[in-house]
């Protein structure tokens, strides 16, 4: 386990970076947000591109690997929901609140767990993370706008989301790569090389604008809430996904690529929607913050666990 708390340390140290230089006058708010714009626009989508055009998805049993984490995440948004009498009457969580709760429960962190994956699991396993995060963009984002207009008050608007997401960069993304992989001939040589130095790019840039848009002053004292959701995400729902991996037979390397999609963090952009919708968005905020400095010792004991038991 050691040997895996080494290798994700640089990726965590690059969070830290980009916490620390946005604390800098340097980097004023609209460097941040232009790195941002970037990542979604080009970055992102030109690692998913370039990463699934080059992967060889041969030894993956995809339909089991969906199923792994597809039926775990519908459990958890369940779960979640089912929690919501609860937290109301025992803690006097506001529906806002809620929202944000189970937003932080079903969402992950997949440029993360992209960066793990390059890191232990290279070409295979960034390969599958990649593929899986252009799955799972929709069914999360429709979610996720549901419960937030159900519980801040606002009329969903489930069709102006769709056309948000058929439009998603990372899908068009992956469209792309799918297209190119199935044509009888290659990208040229200059061009596919052009597009690997951007995808280099990518990681770097992004995991320091994650780190930048985290928020340790709303998780210096974090309330019950927040280790609830906590849980939801980083115990319970990654226990679900190994237990069915088990189940459905899969083993070996594959058992370790859904744990790991399934042990990352919740992502930081469900923190702008819960702002756009009327959710709770410093709550969102605080329990971003505390999964993801949870996750640098709850990924190592999860992906252990995954490679004794794909090992047994």
């Known amino acids: 386990m050691l040997a895996i ?13 980009g916490q620390a230089l946005r604390r800098l006058p340097l980097f004023p708010l609209e460097f941040w947000r232009g790195l941002d714009v970037m990542g979604f626009y080009v970055l992102y989508p030109v690692l998913l591109f370039v990463t699934i055009v080059r992967a060889d998805f041969s030894a993956l049993s995809l339909d089991a690997i969906v199923v792994a984490l597809g039926v775990p995440g519908i459990a958890i948004a369940i779960l979640t929901l089912a929690l919501w009498p609860l937290l109301r009457a025992r803690i006097a969580l506001s529906r806002p609140g809620f ?17 793990v994956a390059e890191k232990l699991f290279p070409p295979e396993g960034a390969a599958m993370v990649a593929l899986v995060m252009a799955i799972v963009i929709i069914p999360i984002n429709v979610e996720s706008v549901a419960v937030v207009a159900w519980f801040s008050g606002r009329n969903p608007n489930i069709g102006g989301v769709l056309r948000k997401i058929a439009v998603n960069p990372l899908i068009l993304a992956t469209a792309a790569a799918i297209v190119v992989r199935s044509l009888p001939f290659g990208i040229p040589v200059p ?10 790019a990518a ?19 974090p309330k019950l809430v927040v280790w609830v959701a906590t849980v939801l995400k980083l115990v319970i729902y990654p226990a679900m996904v190994l ?59 999860v992906l252990a666990v995954a490679g004794q038991l794909s090992a047994g």
């Open 99 to 115: 929202s944000s709760v189970f937003q932080t429960a079903v969402r992950w962190n997949g440029f993360l767990a992209f960066a």
């Open 5 to 17: 708390f080494a290798a994700i340390l640089p990726i965590f140290l690059l969070l830290v970076l």
């Open 203 to 221: 990681l770097g840039m992004g995991l320091m604008a994650i780190g930048a848009g985290l928020r340790p002053q709303d998780a210096l004292r």
């Open 243 to 301: 237990g069915l991996a088990l189940v459905l037979g899969l083993t070996g390397p594959q058992v370790s690529y859904l744990a790991l999609c399934a042990a990352v963090p919740t992502a930081m952009n469900g923190y702008v929607l819960a702002r756009q919708m009327g959710g709770d968005a410093e709550l969102y905020a605080a329990i971003a913050t505390v999964q993801t400095a949870v996750a640098f010792v709850t990924i190592p004991l």
């Open 191 to 200: 061009l596919m090389d052009m597009l690997n130095l951007v995808a280099r």
